[in-house]
């Protein structure tokens, strides 16, 4: 029993290690202060770094968590829907902030298709989506 206590809480400390590392990352990339430049409330970025630690943690609990959450098939929807809204979000912050999308556009000369470029990326990471789960290769 208690080397199984043991391991557990190695595993825990090492998952809390990983989260923060990302966070980290995260933070430090300048994508918390980007979001809130482009919701117009710089204000709140404390409040940001709060809930994103927040998210980390509980998805670090949900992970080692065993269990099953009841909500059924459209509950699973709803947390897929905002599970792929929150992490495309991310992906593009990311992008903004390293530029690639701007090296990407003026190496190609996309100054005028620059919004396809958007959707298509976004297009493709719903039909990726939607062939993982639908074909169950998860």
Same mark, same amino acid.
């Given at each position: 029993?208690?080397?199984?206590?043991? %391991?557990?809480? =190695?595993?825990? @400390?090492?998952?809390? &290690?990983?989260?923060? $590392? +990302?966070?980290? #990352?995260?933070?430090?990339?300048?994508?918390?202060?980007?979001?809130?430049?482009?919701?117009?409330?710089?204000?709140?970025?404390?409040?940001?770094?709060?809930?994103? %630690?927040?998210? =980390?943690?509980? @998805?670090?609990?949900? &992970?080692?968590?065993? $269990? +099953?959450?009841? #909500?059924?098939?459209?509950?699973?929807?709803?947390?897929?829907?905002?599970?792929?809204?929150?992490?495309?979000?991310?992906?593009?912050?990311?992008?903004?902030?390293?530029?690639?999308?701007?090296?990407?556009?003026?190496?190609?000369?996309?100054?005028?298709?620059?919004?396809?470029?958007?959707?298509?990326?976004?297009?493709?990471?719903?039909?990726?989506?939607?062939?993982?789960?639908?074909?169950?290769?998860?």
């Amino acid at each position: 029993m208690t080397a199984q206590f043991l %391991m557990g809480l =190695i595993g825990f @400390g090492g998952g809390v &290690v990983a989260a923060s $590392g +990302e966070a980290a #990352l995260v933070i430090g990339l300048g994508i918390i202060p980007r979001y809130a430049g482009i919701s117009r409330t710089p204000g709140r970025i404390l409040w940001y770094e709060d809930c994103a %630690m927040l998210g =980390i943690l509980l @998805g670090n609990l949900t &992970v080692l968590w065993q $269990g +099953e959450i009841p #909500l059924g098939n459209i509950g699973l929807a709803v947390f897929g829907i905002f599970a792929g809204i929150f992490l495309g979000s991310w992906i593009i912050a990311l992008g903004e902030v390293v530029d690639v999308f701007a090296i990407l556009a003026r190496r190609l000369k996309l100054h005028h298709s620059f919004p396809w470029v958007i959707a298509a990326i976004a297009a493709g990471k719903f039909l990726g989506s939607l062939l993982y789960f639908g074909k169950g290769w998860y």
